[in-house]
Nanobody, 122 residues
Framework: VQLQASGGGSVQAGDSLRLSCALS????????MGWFRQAPGKEREFVAA????????IYADSVKGRFTISRDNAKTAVYLQMSSLKPEDTAVYYC????????????????WGQGTLVTVSS
């Protein structure tokens, strides 16, 4: 299983940005795809997750209403649409996957991509 995150960059507060995670190595039926982030000096934290089969989603409270996770079966990709970005959203964003139920704990995820840096300036 391979995950490749992309789409990070430097933006101003209030801007939008879309992250992508390209998936390969297997079919992802039955899997959950998640986004996590890690700010400098902080623990890696959960952002959002989506069930590949039924499209169920969960979000961290800090991003609810601003971020949207989605997936594209044809392109085998997962996206994180981020709107109304704040300086506190600055972090390296990682995509990850696990088989089975949807969780918000990083230790539940088995496969990780490399991160993509998002910097939000005020």
């Amino acid at each position: 299983v391979q995950l490749q995150a992309s789409g990070g960059g430097s933006v101003q507060a209030g801007d939008s940005l879309r992250l992508s995670c390209a998936l390969s190595g297997r079919t992802f039926s039955g899997y959950v795809m998640g986004w996590f982030r890690q700010a400098p000096g902080k623990e890696r934290e959960f952002v959002a997750a989506i069930n590949w089969n039924n499209y169920n989603t969960i979000y961290a409270d800090s991003v609810k209403g601003r971020f949207t996770i989605s997936r594209d079966n044809a392109k085998t990709a997962v996206y994180l649409q981020m709107s109304s970005l704040k300086p506190e959203d600055t972090a390296v964003y990682y995509c990850a996957t696990r088989y089975g139920s949807i969780y918000d704990k990083r230790y539940e995820y088995d496969y990780w991509g490399q991160g993509t840096l998002v910097t939000v300036s005020s």
